[in-house]
């Protein structure tokens, strides 16, 4: 796995506690009685959790508490409490050199530090937990405050600080180009800049993840995104949905079998219906449904038999059912026969459903 | 002459019984394990090993030497959950105490009653249950420490603050519905289903606005039918659970295809879409296939109506095959190492497929897909919800007692 490059602060160790906490007594878990052949490691665990929770008992959020809960997550990153702990000492200690945490107002440099390094803390303990939710969440709640503290929104100097985070975030996504956490993290980042640019690049980080493995579904939901710029609900142009098509079609083009691109594709044809049912909706299914057939041609050159190729055939059947004239009903509900039966037999229930279905919207249809 | 041959009749009956009984008697003890076969050809299910594989892990997690307990010691609420409902599904609820130390303490243990530590793991700073004692409230653990007292009828407790509980549960409510999982403020759908299940639980729904929560899920649905973790996050299985969980326990399943779109039907093949060729489900497409995904698709598809689009047999087959079948327990995929939750899904799975039956020698209680409750706790407790009933498919009987939207 590569390395991020980091410059982590470094963190205390278990022998370093007696001297830091002289006037603690440690509170142990429970009165039973003490292991005989502790391993190292849980009794390192088990000495530092008794410092912090003589600390938590006081509610002491000090410079030294803040080394404690560093130490308290290196060994057990996924400790949600103690994030939490940690989090409320850098407030305190904000607090304390004059300033407020939550304040808009001049930027303070030693505030920017300390939030910053601890960003460097999260880096270094997220290489080795990268689904961990405690890390991702507080790398968060600390972006809140570096770039979105002020009202005054996200500045040129504050978009280059967005751009290094993004950096960060496809370090981890060239660990894992599935990384559910990542994504989340990136979209919440993208959303809340909000800035035209950030939109922009981030078509061209698409493509390029697409292009190492097309087969990420993560990166076709991420498209979606983008093209619609977090605004969920809303449609896109006709012009927009056609270049989106043809860009999914595009995909589908090189692997067939690839289900991603035929469910995008599904989903700008269906979403232009539901805004425009009107007549260049209509050929732009049709144009869609033309080209789909000619994809049966990579598959019969590849060998393959175009016919067993479900997502292709599924992806069809549903741009047939967008035409919704008759013949195409008819079409659609052969096909669905053919999946249920020879080729995705695993769902057969489901497509002899579909079939009947369709059928019976077919003698209804014009 | 009729009467003799009434008797003989009769004694080839008895005989026929006789030998039937024999026979599963002696599959018993010649096994390595006691176990039920499930389906030809698939590995029978270790019952037995299974709930020695959760008492022994109980006790082995608390020791002070334990590296595994050390770094999940803040999630134990949910560990316990995971535990004892899959405990509960395959035993009957005293043994299921006695082995486990519910109500009273293990002679000799040095751990306290499951019950009495519960307890200690109120926040009474926020009014909500932490992963175990000391830690911050959050609802995750708010939702595993109600379930747990419900599968021991113990919600009327007396030790149970349900006022601050059910203040704790609607302060985390967000102007646009959502829910955070505590006053931290991450937003997850899994936290709607929490705090939608916790309530329902308390009998409290009306202390938040459920339609709100309901509206604001329908906002996390993708362009394939599915949902993710808030507004345009990726469709991932284990949140549309989460996702149509909450919409049943809402009542506002109806909400899916208010836009006179197929979108039950869409998600439906989504989910089914997910199986695998090993008969396995996976999460997302072109992730691997993992027995925790068998719970949160087959009760998804349970509360939307179509279970039958996946196929069932393989699921089951590919359950079994991801049991260790000497120390007990399931993992995520076969050859794997076991944990407490892929076991609790893959047993829970199993149940909800219908293949866990009851005999004389067993009886196995049903799971219910909306609260991951047995169907009689649901039921003793009058639990409200929803789901889908479609009227080519027959009505699941284990969820009669909900409203169905036809």
């Known amino acids: ?366 | 002459q009729n009467l003799k041959s009434a008797t003989n009749s009769f004694f080839i009956h008895v005989t026929y019984l006789q030998l039937k009984t024999m026979t599963k008697t002696s599959l018993e003890t010649t096994c390595s394990s006691p176990s039920i076969a499930v389906l030809d050809g698939e590995p029978p299910f270790y019952d037995k090993l299974h709930t020695d594989y959760i008492v022994s892990l109980a006790s082995k997690l608390d020791a002070p030497t334990s590296y595994e307990g050390a770094v999940t010691e803040h999630l134990r609420m949910s560990g316990v959950y995971w535990s004892l409902t899959a405990m509960s599904i395959l035993l009957p609820v005293e043994k299921v105490d006695m082995l486990m130390g519910v109500t009273s303490q293990i002679n000799d243990s040095g751990r306290p009653a499951i019950l009495d530590w519960l307890f200690k793991c109120f926040d009474t700073r926020t009014g909500g249950f932490g992963g175990n004692v000391g830690h911050d409230g959050h609802l995750l653990y708010t939702l595993s420490a109600l379930q747990i007292l419900a599968l021991f009828d113990r919600l009327d407790d007396n030790r149970l603050d349900k006022e601050a509980i059910t203040k704790f549960v609607a302060s985390l409510q967000q102007p646009d519905g959502s829910f955070a999982g505590d006053g931290w403020g991450e937003i997850d759908t899994r936290f709607t289903y929490c705090a939608l299940s916790s309530l329902s639980l308390l009998g409290k729904l009306d202390q938040i606005d459920v339609d709100s929560a309901a509206r604001y899920i329908i906002k996390c649905r993708n362009l394939d039918g599915g949902f993710g973790c808030v507004i345009g996050a990726e469709s991932h299985a284990g949140q549309v659970f989460c996702c149509i969980g909450a919409l049943a326990i809402a009542k506002s399943l109806h909400l899916l295809d208010e836009d006179n779109q197929s979108n039950a039907d869409l998600l439906g093949w989504w989910l089914a879409e997910r199986q695998c060729d090993s008969g396995g489900l996976n999460g997302r497409p072109e992730k691997q296939a993992d027995v925790c995904y068998s719970w949160w698709i087959l009760s998804a598809l349970n509360i939307l109506g179509r279970v039958s689009w996946i196929s069932k047999d393989k699921l089951a087959g590919f359950i079994l095959k991801c049991q260790d079948d000497d120390d007990g327990g399931i993992a995520d995929r076969p050859e794997d190492m076991a944990d407490v939750f892929h076991t609790f899904f893959g047993i829970a799975g199993l149940s909800l497929l219908g293949h866990l039956h009851s005999s004389e020698k067993k009886i196995y209680r049903s799971i219910d897909p909306v609260y991951a409750l047995p169907t009689d706790t649901v039921q003793r407790l009058n639990l409200q919800g929803q789901i889908i009933w479609r009227t080519d498919e027959q009505l699941d009987e284990r969820l009669s007692h909900y409203d169905v939207l036809s």
């Open chain 1, 1 to 366: 796995m590569a390395d991020y490059d980091l410059d982590p602060p470094p963190i205390i160790s278990v022998n370093d506690l007696p001297g830091l906490f002289p006037d603690i007594t440690p509170i142990e878990q429970n009165d039973g009685p003490n292991p005989v052949c502790a391993i190292a490691y849980t009794a390192q665990f088990i000495v530092a959790y008794n410092y912090l929770r003589a600390i938590l008992a006081k509610d002491e959020r000090s410079e030294r508490a803040l080394q404690l809960t560093a130490l308290c997550v290196k060994l057990n990153p996924a400790n949600y409490t103690v994030w939490h702990f940690r989090r409320q000492c850098l407030e305190e200690l904000y607090k304390n050199k004059g300033g407020n945490i939550h304040h808009d107002g001049e930027d303070d440099d030693s505030h920017l530090k300390m939030l910053e390094l601890d960003l460097q803390l999260a880096a270094s303990l997220g290489g080795d937990n990268p689904k961990n939710y405690q890390i991702w969440y507080h790398r968060r709640a600390l972006l809140q405050m570096i770039l979105f503290g002020s009202n005054a929104g996200v500045n040129d100097k504050s978009l280059d600080r967005v751009r290094q985070e993004l950096a960060y975030i496809s370090f981890v996504l060239g660990n894992d180009g599935k990384n559910y956490h990542a994504w989340s993290h990136r979209q919440w980042i993208i959303k809340t800049s909000n800035r035209d640019e950030l939109w922009n690049e981030e078509f061209d980080f698409g493509e390029k993840l697409i292009q190492i493995d097309p087969r990420n579904n993560s990166v076709w939901n991420h498209r979606w995104f983008i093209s619609h710029r977090g605004q969920h609900q809303s449609s896109l142009s006709l012009n927009d949905a056609r270049t989106e098509a043809q860009y999914a079609l595009d995909g589908a083009a090189l692997d067939p079998y690839n289900e991603s691109p035929w469910r995008y594709l599904i989903g700008i044809l269906k979403e232009q219906r539901k805004s425009n049912d009107s007549a260049s909706v209509q050929l732009l299914v049709d144009d869609f449904e033309t080209k789909t057939m000619d994809l049966r041609s990579v598959l019969e050159n590849a060998g393959r038999d175009p016919d067993a190729c479900s997502n292709m055939i599924s992806a069809r059947i549903d741009m047939l059912e967008l035409k919704g004239d008759s013949d195409s009903l008819k079409l659609a509900s052969l096909l669905a026969n053919g999946l249920g039966i020879n080729h995705d037999t695993i769902r057969k229930k489901y497509w002899l459903l579909r079939e009947k279905e369709l059928a019976s919207r077919a003698t209804t249809a014009c």
